[in-house]
């Protein structure tokens, strides 16, 4: 089913629904672009600095498409039924708000970035890139709201101070025709008679007629009389309506019925953050391939600023989707590898699932409704694709297991170890990244050494081998021509390696502990963040040398 803004209030309901009965959920989500480039992930990277890499990506783009499909177990006919939706999201806010620059809401006018190549690729699979601008779902978190709801009071304390004693306007020369043309239209309307109506509509103006006018008539009025604009819909230009108040008290209520329209606008305008409040309550399980960056968009979007720290992302997390599982990092299973391969991407795993030795699962839309169409790098439909591929490997994994596992003790006993663990490759020594408190902690590394060379040599796996041949066998991890990662087959030769190979020299070479280099990059990672806090003014590096291994692409690995 899709959603847009034509029908998200009508088929809120029927998601609500889909998302309370549901066993389990699926989840896809669709970018601007993926980033990458100088934040790939290293071989020997942290929690901390993946969690960064990925952060510094995320905050670029903003999602398009977010895909849900909701399964539901049938015990009395053992089968499962499926309710899928395909949400176009936009970052929006009603229009008489979009003056208003709140700091931290991506709907406020916030600049965000695109990739040519994503959006080819978005093209040659159908995607509307109309629909998607024109009638996506906008979204406001609660926080922005209510940083929202504060700016609208100070606004509104200001305007009633200014009330109090207002001041000359001065009108530009182009607009004194027009104002004076207004206030002598006011002017009448004020010496009416009571028995009229006690309002004035003066037609459509630009926002800056608009501010002169409000102003020009509070200066020459005060409290008598109370000014407005009347939005309509997204148009520019819109009418001001001007009250006549018989006492100060009339204006001070028109100003508090105003700013109690605006704060229910806003609170209005949460749009499908209420989605991810109802999967929040539902206390589902959600399931995603892959899924480390969806996640992270879906938490941007629409729950909380990602911090700069992963403890803190990681707490935060906890409180709004506590129960995530990657079928990618399920696949990682022993029981499962061997049936699944080795990093199988979400085309991979459909077509396996779809043969033997995986078993056949009765599912079925809930109703014709919700029936899934569309193809790959369709959010919903990538959603839906998902959650049968979850279902398959969790009813083979049961149907293999001994004792053998029915379908209401699969979600729980059998994927335990892989709930929070989302799948990292190219990763040497975690298997996942571990969504718990504990998964803060890096390694054991004291056996592995970054490598930077002179950019005048160029290196091989011999030249690296011989320097590290006194201390036994290693294996090589190329970042570029000029990075790479040395790890000691014999951990205990690390001491002599800092020994004689680390601190100052004047080779053509440089060694020093990974946990350094980590260190180094971590550092510059949120030095970066305040420069651009700060409005961007960059930060002299320590050493070069970490600026570079950012900018690396996965090159070879050798021993």
Request: glycine residues 6%.
């Amino acid at each position: 089913m899709e959603i847009t803004s034509d029908n998200f209030e009508e088929r809120l309901p029927v998601i609500e629904k889909a998302i309370t009965e549901a066993d389990f959920l699926s989840f896809d989500c669709e970018f601007t672009g993926l980033g990458k480039g100088n934040t790939s992930v290293g071989p020997y990277d942290t929690p901390e600095l993946i969690y960064g890499k990925f952060r510094q990506n995320v905050g670029k783009f903003v999602l398009m498409q977010f895909g849900l499909c909701a399964f539901k177990f049938i015990k009395e006919e053992n089968r499962y039924e499926y309710s899928c939706f395909t949400c176009y999201v936009y970052p929006r806010v009603p229009k008489k708000f979009e003056s208003m620059r709140v700091t931290g809401s991506m709907a406020s006018g916030s600049a965000c970035s695109f990739q040519p190549d994503s959006f080819e690729m978005l093209s040659s699979h159908g995607f509307d890139f109309n629909k998607w601008i024109c009638k996506g779902v906008g979204y406001l978190r609660q926080q922005d709201i209510d940083r929202y709801k504060d700016e609208l009071t100070r606004i509104h304390k200001i305007r009633e101070e200014a009330n109090e004693s207002p001041q000359m306007v001065k009108v530009p020369d182009g607009m004194k025709v027009l104002v004076t043309k207004i206030l002598k239209t006011v002017d009448e309307f004020m010496t009416e008679d009571e028995n009229t109506k006690d309002f004035l509509e003066v037609p459509d103006l630009a926002a800056y007629e608009r501010r002169i006018v409000a102003q020009s008539l509070e200066s020459k009025y005060g409290w008598k009389v109370y000014v407005e604009t009347l939005p309509v819909g997204r148009q520019q230009n819109c009418p001001l309506r001007a009250y006549k108040c018989a006492e100060k008290e009339v204006n001070s209520a028109h100003r508090q019925r105003h700013l109690d329209n605006e704060v229910k606008d806003i609170e209005n305008a949460k749009g499908f953050c209420r989605i991810l409040e109802m999967i929040t309550k539902s206390g589902k399980p959600i399931i995603g391939h892959n899924m480390l960056m969806d996640l992270l968009h879906t938490c941007k979007a629409f729950c909380f600023d990602l911090p700069v720290h992963y403890a803190d992302f990681l707490s935060s997390l906890k409180t709004h989707l506590p129960t995530v599982v990657d079928t990618k990092s399920f696949c990682a299973l022993p029981q499962l590898r061997a049936v699944s391969g080795t990093n199988p991407s979400l085309g991979d795993l459909w077509k396996k699932v779809n043969s033997s030795p995986f078993p056949e699962v009765d599912y079925r839309p809930t109703e014709k409704a919700f029936e899934v169409s569309g193809s790959f790098h369709d959010a919903g439909y990538d959603a839906y694709i998902t959650g049968v591929v979850f279902l398959k490997l969790a009813v083979y994994l049961g149907r293999t297991s001994t004792p053998y596992k029915t379908s209401s003790e699969i979600f729980w006993s059998l994927f335990e170890t892989t709930v929070n663990k989302l799948a990292i490759p190219r990763v040497q020594d975690i298997s996942g990244l571990d969504l718990s408190v504990k998964g803060c902690q890096a390694p054991e590394r004291s056996h592995v050494f970054h490598v930077s060379l002179d950019e005048t040599v160029h290196w091989t796996n011999k030249d690296v081998l011989n320097l590290f041949s006194p201390f036994g066998d290693v294996h090589i991890n190329w970042s570029n021509d000029s990075n790479l990662f040395v790890s000691l087959e014999r951990r205990k030769e690390a001491a002599k390696v800092r020994e004689k190979l680390c601190g100052p020299n004047d080779h053509v070479w440089k060694v020093r502990p990974v946990e350094e280099f980590t260190k180094e990059l971590e550092k510059a990672m949120k030095e970066a963040e305040v420069d651009s806090k700060a409005g961007g003014n960059k930060r002299a590096r320590p050493d070069t040398t970490a600026e570079q291994a950012k900018k690396t692409k996965a090159k070879v690995s050798g021993d």
